[in-house]
């Protein structure tokens, strides 16, 4: 049975740095690609980041480029997100996801991952 949980999130003030964790079990993710979603307060699910097999495969939202970071430790099958110079809009229950099927490319969209976490909670206040 395949779990993911997250980690570390927190309530922290504008221009903070946070960083969320993501543990696998029942299977081996470490080269299958590894996404971040968030959900804000009444809004939509939406794409954070994505890597794939390779840690050179990456893919961020606009909103979050240049400040958030993905990563992964294929050993202790966890990924990570850096999370730099935070907003109050950067607000959400934040996501990992985890595809059934192996795939060359990252993906920026919802139907392309199986398995989510339960989420951790981010506040960021101005």
């Known amino acids: 049975q395949v779990q993911l949980v997250e980690s570390g999130g927190g309530l922290v003030q504008a221009g903070a740095s946070l960083r969320l964790s993501c543990a696998a079990s029942g299977r081996t993710f470490s080269s299958y690609t590894l996404g971040w979603f968030r959900q804000g307060p009444g809004k939509e699910r939406e794409f954070v980041a994505a890597i794939g097999w390779s840690d050179s495969l990456t893919l961020y939202a606009d909103s979050v480029k240049g400040r958030f970071t993905i990563s992964r430790d294929n050993a202790k099958n966890t990924v990570y997100l850096q999370m730099n110079s935070l907003k109050p809009e950067d607000t959400a229950v934040y996501y990992c996801?985890?595809?059934?099927?192996?795939?060359?490319?990252?993906?920026?969209?919802?139907?392309?991952?199986?398995?989510w976490g339960q989420g951790t909670q981010v506040t960021v206040s101005s």
């Open positions: 996801a985890a595809p059934s099927q192996y795939y060359r490319g990252v993906y920026d969209y919802q139907s392309a991952y199986d398995y």
